[in-house]
């Protein structure tokens, strides 16, 4: 099993711009989420998914939109990328049982100008 | 909706020396805590975690407490070893609303000296 894995692993952009952080996993787990991760801010809930075709908002959602047409991907798009989004994308999934481990992707470093 | 708060931000101890981390959360509906190791430069990873009908849980050098009448639960190392440097994250969830989504303290950074 590859487990999660996110792409690309670097990329910057220009404010204004647009793109989709790619997520797959292969564990076949239902819940799939989004985090961002700042210096001194830990890890902060951006978007999650129960199931293919569900999506809800987490705690910092504004500026991203995602989407769950399968139960292997969970792109993060961001429509006009802004400086404030600069920051490190994690990718997680588990099973639905949410006492169970959450399974983190390599994550994507993201700056944008 | 639930909010974790993670003491001390930063924790120099001298290896051998034993470390504790703490955490409090605000819901008493939160019945997972899970503890994150994140290496510099790496995805976070599990080394334990405890839920509510359990009051301790021990794994090696490594011990989780939990006082839900608190609302607190710290992380034990003992022995420490330099590989043991590295940033540690507190969770907590419940189901319900959230389903089950993990809040996250805002990380300790744990330096090891020898």
């Given at each position: 099993?590859?487990?999660?894995?996110?792409?690309?692993k670097?990329q910057?952009?220009?404010?204004?711009?647009?793109?989709?952080?790619?997520?797959?996993?292969?564990?076949?787990?239902?819940?799939?989420?989004?985090?961002?991760?700042?210096?001194g801010?830990?890890l902060?809930?951006?978007?999650?998914?129960?199931?293919?075709?569900?999506?809800?908002?987490?705690?910092?959602?504004?500026?991203?939109?995602?989407?769950?047409?399968?139960?292997?991907?969970?792109?993060?798009?961001?429509?006009?990328?802004?400086?404030?989004?600069?920051?490190?994308?994690?990718?997680?999934?588990?099973?639905?049982?949410?006492?169970y481990e959450q399974?983190?992707?390599?994550g994507t470093?993201?700056?944008?100008? | 909706?639930e909010?974790?708060?993670?003491?001390?931000?930063?924790?120099?101890?001298?290896?051998?020396d034993?470390?504790?981390?703490?955490c409090?959360?605000?819901?008493?509906?939160?019945?997972?805590?899970?503890?994150?190791?994140?290496?510099?430069?790496?995805?976070?990873?599990?080394?334990?975690?405890?839920?509510?009908?359990v009051?301790?849980?021990?794994d090696?050098?490594?011990?989780?407490?939990?006082?839900?009448?608190?609302?607190h639960f710290?992380?034990?190392?003992?022995?420490?070893q330099?590989?043991?440097?590295?940033?540690?994250f507190?969770?907590?969830?419940?189901?319900?609303?959230?389903?089950?989504?993990?809040?996250?303290?805002?990380?300790?950074?744990?330096?090891?000296?020898?």
């Open positions: 099993n590859a487990g999660v894995t996110q792409t690309p670097f910057v952009l220009k404010t204004g711009q647009s793109m989709t952080l790619q997520c797959a996993q292969d564990m076949n787990h239902e819940y799939m989420s989004w985090y961002r991760q700042d210096p801010m830990g902060r809930l951006i978007h999650y998914s129960v199931g293919a075709g569900i999506t809800d908002q987490g705690e910092v959602p504004n500026g991203y939109n995602v989407s769950r047409s399968t139960t292997e991907d969970f792109p993060l798009r961001l429509l006009s990328a802004a400086p404030s989004q600069t920051s490190v994308y994690f990718c997680a999934s588990r099973t639905r049982d949410y006492s399974y983190f992707g390599p470093r993201l700056t944008v100008t | 909706g909010n974790v708060e993670q003491h001390p931000s930063t924790l120099s101890v001298q290896e051998g034993s470390a504790v981390i703490k409090t959360y605000s819901d008493s509906a939160s019945n997972y805590f899970p503890w994150y190791k994140q290496e510099l430069g790496k995805r976070p990873q599990l080394i334990i975690d405890i839920r509510s009908n009051g301790e849980k021990k090696q050098r490594i011990a989780v407490t939990l006082n839900k009448t608190a609302k710290s992380l034990h190392i003992t022995e420490t330099p590989e043991d440097s590295a940033v540690y507190c969770a907590a969830s419940s189901w319900g609303g959230s389903q089950g989504n993990l809040i996250f303290g805002k990380g300790t950074k744990l330096s090891v000296k020898p």
